[in-house]
């Protein structure tokens, strides 16, 4: 019986990675075919010739590594400050009473429940106001911080880091920010490596604000530019597809690169506790 469970359990876990990495593998396929091959029936499943064709038109038709360093830097920038603010906040929310706490947390979680879109218009009339359409600030500054991160940091510090361990430190005289920074933030590794995650492939996918906001092709992100390789009339998928491929490349690098790292920190806590 405990054979045929593991033998299940085996045949659920194949069957969950095939599906998974199956649209990877589709659109590694299509960005080595034509146009016309893509739209042909029974569909191709195997590699074409054309990848290299595709990727050099996708580099004439549009600067592909300054929008990639562009994305990357903006990328780069929130989530950095997103891993500071959101962690800052999540573990003030959890760890200490202030007047006001209970009802600015409600708050918080209210503003999850609100569509993005909602804020759009009065964003960019923000950001005209302070000078910044066209600018990387616009993209970096608003979102600095999030809801979902404070939420999320804050419940984990809650389970995770012993109020035991910070009277401790308040014995020894640490001071707020030392409690925070020696202290909370090593122990809050996994939830930062999360976050840092989400954050990261939230805003290299971006698309729409960056498409309002910024009206200097020399500062396109990498969604942008590859957007204005769709025609008017008809569109080269082949080329579309291909320059997707690129842009998804470097999030599957980071994302091997922070599971493996989000694994090995849950195993050390698990090790530790």
């Not at 019986?1 to 969950?16: C, E, F, P, Q, T």
């Not at 499943?45 to 050099?56: M, P, Y």
């Not at 999320?152 to 640490?174: F, H, M, N, T």
Request: glycine share 6%.
């Amino acid at each position: 019986m405990l054979r045929s469970k593991n033998v299940l359990l085996y045949v659920g876990l194949i069957a969950g990675l095939i599906v998974s990495v199956f649209p990877f593998y589709w659109l590694a396929v299509m960005a080595t075919r034509t146009t016309p091959e893509i739209y042909s029936f029974p569909p191709k499943l195997w590699f074409g010739t054309h990848l290299f064709d595709n990727i050099s038109r996708v580099f004439e038709s549009i600067n592909f590594f300054r929008t990639l360093f562009n994305t990357l830097f903006v990328a780069s920038a929130i989530t950095i400050l997103v891993l500071f603010f959101d962690s800052l906040a999540g573990y003030t929310f959890a760890k200490f009473t202030f007047p006001g706490k209970k009802w600015l947390f409600v708050l918080l979680l209210a503003t999850m429940m609100a569509p993005a879109q909602l804020s759009l218009v009065p964003s960019f009339v923000i950001m005209a106001k302070f000078g910044w359409v066209g600018s990387f600030k616009a993209l970096i500054i608003p979102g600095m911080a999030n809801a979902f991160g404070i939420f999320w940091i804050r419940q984990y510090a809650e389970e995770s880091v012993p109020s035991e361990l910070l009277d401790a430190g308040k014995i020894d005289g640490c001071g707020f920010f030392r409690l925070y920074w020696n202290i909370s933030l090593p122990i809050l590794r996994p939830a930062l490596s999360f976050l840092g995650a989400f954050t990261f492939i939230g805003a290299w996918n971006d698309y729409l604000w960056p498409l309002i906001i910024l009206n200097d092709e020399r500062k396109f992100t990498l969604q942008v530019a590859l957007a204005s390789l769709n025609g008017i009339y008809t569109t080269d998928y082949a080329l579309v597809i291909a320059g997707t491929l690129l842009a998804v490349i470097p999030l599957i690098i980071m994302f091997l690169f922070v599971s493996k790292q989000f694994i090995s920190d849950i195993a050390a806590g698990a090790i530790k506790s």
